[in-house]
């Protein structure tokens, strides 16, 4: 019998949130050390955010698979990419610790200068979807607004940092599918109105300082996924990171301050 959707994601956040710790200052402090290490030239950087799907979990396997990796071999040596996932978190739960200073988003993006961060990658609403539609009463159907709202707000603590002239763009991949929505009607749905919501969302922002990519795959029974329905392949990883870099490279470009040799 499967192991309900949420007790798993509810395990995953225990288990990964000690080490997701102890990784916060390295990662931190060399993104703020990278620009010394470059030369002449000023790195753009990348900061990915979001839940394992981001920190790169693949199980059963115990190590991480980062989609950044590949993201950054594939953007090239003038751009730094670095991540900060949070194993079953909700992007509920990522903004009451928007301003943590070991897992926040508004606190890592806060603390990185000299240059700032050029954009913010924002995969999340997975667990939310998880937690939302195993957790509801039958019949019922949770409400649209307040399940992306979390969503949205993430990415507009980005947008709303003021660093001078200096504007923080964000891109939102859209949640990907899984096993449970394939068994779950509601979770479908919601996630597909989740997506369409968070869309409308980036287009009503000027200049491109929102941008919205669907996940660049879907969920099918085949190597670029793992047996537990929810997470990526290492393959997978690497798959994402690819499909990714170019639409990275083409905001990059529009970055107020930012020359491309793409």
């Not at 798993?8 to 102890?22: C, D, F, N, T, V």
């Not at 693949?58 to 590949?70: I, R, T």
């Not at 539609?133 to 949770?142: E, H, I, N, R």
């Amino acid at each position: 019998m499967m192991r309900p959707f949420f007790s798993i994601l509810l395990s995953l956040h225990h288990k990964h949130l000690y080490q997701q710790r102890r990784r916060t200052h390295s990662i931190l402090k060399s993104m703020s050390n990278d620009g010394a290490t470059q030369g002449t030239v000023t790195p753009k950087r990348i900061f990915c955010y979001g839940d394992s799907l981001t920190a790169g979990t693949s199980p059963p396997l115990n190590d991480l698979y980062p989609y950044g990796q590949s993201l950054e071999i594939e953007l090239g040596d003038d751009v730094v990419v670095r991540w900060r996932g949070l194993p079953g978190w909700t992007a509920q739960t990522m903004v009451e610790y928007l301003d943590d200073g070991n897992v926040g988003l508004r606190a890592a993006v806060n603390g990185i200068d000299n240059p700032p961060i050029s954009l913010v990658i924002i995969l999340a609403g997975t667990n939310d979807i998880g937690f939302l539609t195993s957790s509801m009463a039958t019949g019922a159907a949770p409400g649209i607004d307040a399940a992306v709202k979390p969503i949205l707000n993430l990415h507009k603590a980005c947008i709303d940092i003021a660093k001078g002239e200096h504007k923080i763009r964000t891109l939102a991949v859209g949640i990907p599918g899984s096993a449970w929505q394939q068994m779950n009607a509601s979770a479908s749905k919601l996630a597909d109105d989740m997506n369409s919501s968070i869309r409308e969302f980036a287009q009503s922002y000027p200049d491109g300082m929102v941008s919205y990519t669907d996940f660049p795959f879907p969920y099918e029974k085949n190597d670029l996924w793992c047996a537990d329905g929810l997470h990526l392949s290492p393959e997978g990883y690497k798959h994402l990171g690819r499909d990714l870099a170019p639409i990275v490279r083409q905001i990059l470009v529009q970055c107020n301050g930012c020359t491309s040799n793409f």
